[in-house]
């Protein structure tokens, strides 16, 4: 399968140092001025394939919402590519960009907090259209919208009434909606359905997975819900702390991880009618991504770390399985 | 078993301009000595009024209309303010959601245990700190007493709701009503806690409520099930008959559409949503997305009728509902 989408040795920091008088500090003598960065991608690669949902999960914090922005282009990379379909899009920027500003799209977690609230639905939905599109006619447009409006199951009577006399799970279709609207290719869901119930949550999963049939569409999905993940996905990425742990096929990570940490991650998943404890216990907690420990992020936890563990980065490694992992302890086969 | 906790047709109203509203509706349970009940279902089901309701923690507009708590042989749920404050947080305690609204940052978490303690027992400041070492150690906070003098915010999400099951156990309750413990948590902290309740409960034999949304979670650490809709218990039963052949069609819905199956297969959806509390249909509530709907489903309310499984389930279907 082609690539649609490459991610290259991705970082993404942010600096939280505040005013300059906040960055100065004395040490030895001396008045120094240091920048406080919360590092929260760090030296991420992946491509996404044509017509798949690669699944981002990790913990929160791991950075796997911000990678999404980043490669949506709300954030900027601090260093590293972004290629969309043989295209660098990270450096692109205003008319140059727009036309793949069309055809990657976003759908947000929160479907109270992502729609205008004095916008109706009509003009939510108009607004992308209008701009992208500036020669259509009024009818032409209002065509578009019903289609989509049709297809995502939102009543198309309701078309000038206001976000907040929707239910969440309608508000979520609508969400959907707009980002469809443009007819994309590219979607990138960031916990799209982690804010609504459980029966709710699967009328949107199966909406989410028509759509993609009936459009082709290419998935970025991010959530912190491993069933979900399971169901939805082609290919999972595993993120901790910034930095990628291990990209494989759905159902080889599910049913063989090889990454210490997806071991544990994915051992603490509650199944229905399971057993109580289980899990593989990890000891402390995730460290800040102010400073991120030296070597493998997760050694600190890692109840096989060494030596190199602790001064080493470890690089992603393919395995024959297909799956990439980045562990010193299984390239040296003692994990 | 000896029941710990009785409910008898309780039921919690909302008095609101439009109208009252009957969040919680004829609810009946019953809890045994060192039980654990999963109170399942989703927003709006009214199940943490319930909960809540269970220690009066309900503020107006809200009050209890009718029904009874019965707690160890006595009815706490006409007890005078003051008695009540006497079982809170003593003989029954709550954990709730987000640890970090639950925890009072500016005071340090010693401050707060002992805070807890000295309200219900008269006992020195020393014997109080002994007191709170050692229900950290059982949480298996390290270093408890360096903790103790520390904020909240020096502690990480999962570490802060260790401290808030540590304040629900200084006065060895017999019940702790857990209102989604780990929902704002991570899963692998989730794991971690839901293990520690569950030892806990088993080695202090106490009584767990645990209120959730989540079906898995509750499937792995209670021993019965109670389900509700729109403010009534639409069935109740031992929680591998529940997971594994439940009869409400609700339940059924809410089971299948959790995905557990193969890749790719379109999930189970259940069609419509909860009706609004206020807007509540004649007869079964459950009747407008129900597959199964006959015509008396419209306009008679079924009630909790025992079912071969040794559960209860509020249908007029006899086994209908199996395919």
């Known amino acids: 399968m082609s690539k649609l989408l490459e991610v290259k040795n991705v970082d993404r920091h942010f600096d939280i140092s505040g005013s300059i008088v906040d960055q100065l500090s004395f040490k030895g003598g001396k008045i120094t001025r240091e920048k406080t960065l919360v590092k929260a991608v760090n030296n991420v690669s992946l491509d996404i394939r044509k017509g798949e949902t690669l699944s981002v999960v990790g913990e929160s914090g791991c950075g796997k919402s911000t990678l999404a922005r980043t490669v949506m282009g709300l954030y900027q990379p601090n260093a590293g ?52 599109n500036p020669n259509l006619n009024r009818k032409e447009v209002r065509d578009i919208i019903l289609t989509t409006m049709d297809q995502v199951g939102v009543n198309t009577a309701w078309i000038d009434n206001f976000a907040h006399e929707f239910s969440g799970g309608q508000r979520q279709r609508i969400s959907l909606a707009r980002a469809l609207v443009l007819d994309p290719e590219f979607v990138a869901a960031d916990e ?35 069933s979900v993940v399971e169901h939805i996905s082609t ?31 994915l051992s603490a998943i509650p199944r229905l009618g ?28 890692c109840p096989h770390a060494d030596e190199r563990c602790r001064t080493e980065v470890p690089e992603l490694l393919t395995l024959e399985s297909g799956t990439s992992v980045a562990c010193h302890g299984i390239e040296e086969g003692r994990v | 078993m000896e029941h710990l906790l009785d409910i008898k047709n309780l039921s919690v109203e909302f008095a609101l301009r439009s109208g009252n509203v009957r969040a919680v509706r004829d609810v009946s349970l019953s809890l045994g000595k060192g039980e654990r009940l999963g109170l399942v279902g989703e927003s709006g089901a009214g199940k943490s009024v319930l909960g809540f309701s269970i220690i009066n923690l309900i503020s107006k507009p809200g009050f209890i209309s009718g029904g009874e708590v019965i707690f160890q042989g006595d009815d706490i749920s006409k007890y005078p303010y003051e008695k009540m404050r006497r079982i809170r947080g003593n003989r029954i305690s709550m954990i709730f959601q987000d640890p970090m609204m639950t925890l009072n940052p500016v005071l340090t ?19 109080a700190t002994a007191i709170c070492i050692d229900k950290l150690k059982k949480v298996y906070i390290p270093s408890p007493e360096k903790r103790l003098e520390q904020y909240p915010h020096e502690f990480s999400g999962g570490m802060r709701q260790r401290i808030v099951v540590a304040i629900s156990l200084l006065t060895n309750p017999n019940l702790i009503i857990a209102d989604e413990p780990t929902t704002a948590l991570d899963v692998t902290i989730q794991a971690e806690i ?34 509700l809709y729109a403010g009534r218990v639409v069935e109740v039963g031992p929680t591998r008959r529940i997971i594994e052949n439940p009869q409400h069609p609700y339940t059924q819905g809410l089971i299948k ?45 079924p009630p909790l009728r025992p079912t071969e499984a040794g559960g209860f389930v509020a249908c007029f279907m006899e086994g209908a509902c199996n395919e």
Request: with cysteine; net charge neutral; charged share 20%.
């Open chain 1, 81 to 132: 590519e972004i290629h969309y379909d043989g295209t660098r899009i990270d450096t692109l920027t205003g008319r140059r960009r727009r036309p793949y500003r069309t055809r990657m799209q976003m759908v947000f977690q929160d479907p109270y907090a992502s729609l205008n609230p004095r916008m109706t639905v009509k003009q939510i939905l108009e607004e992308p259209v209008r701009f992208h």
């Open chain 1, 192 to 226: 799209p359905i982690a804010a609504l119930d459980v029966s709710i949550q699967a009328q949107i999963l199966n909406l989410m997975m028509d759509a993609q049939e009936q459009r082709g569409l290419t998935y970025l999905f991010i959530s912190h819900d491993l």
């Open chain 1, 235 to 265: 290919r999972v990425a595993v993120m901790y702390l910034g930095c990628l742990c291990e990209l494989a096929d759905v159902k080889e990570l599910f049913g063989n991880p090889q990454h210490p940490y997806s071991r544990a991650l």
């Open chain 1, 274 to 301: 399971g057993q109580a404890g289980g899990h593989i216990r990890l000891s402390g907690d995730v460290p800040t991504p102010i400073n991120l420990p030296s070597g493998c992020v997760f050694h600190g936890r």
């Open chain 2, 109 to 127: 978490v010693g401050t707060q245990m002992k805070e807890t303690l000295r309200a219900h027992m008269n006992i020195s400041d020393k014997e």
């Open chain 2, 194 to 227: 839901m293990d520690l309740l569950l030892e806990l409960c088993e080695t202090e034999n106490m009584g767990l409520m645990l209120i959730t949304h989540d079906l898995a979670v509750v499937s792995e650490v209670t021993q019965r099930i109670a389900v």
């Open chain 2, 257 to 301: 559409a959790l995905p557990q199956s193969a890749h790719g297969n379109r999930l189970n959806q259940i069609p419509g949503m909860m009706p609004s509390l206020q807007d509540m249909p004649e007869g079964c509530p459950f009747c407008p997305r129900c597959e199964h709907r006959k015509d008396r489903c419209a306009t008679q309310t």
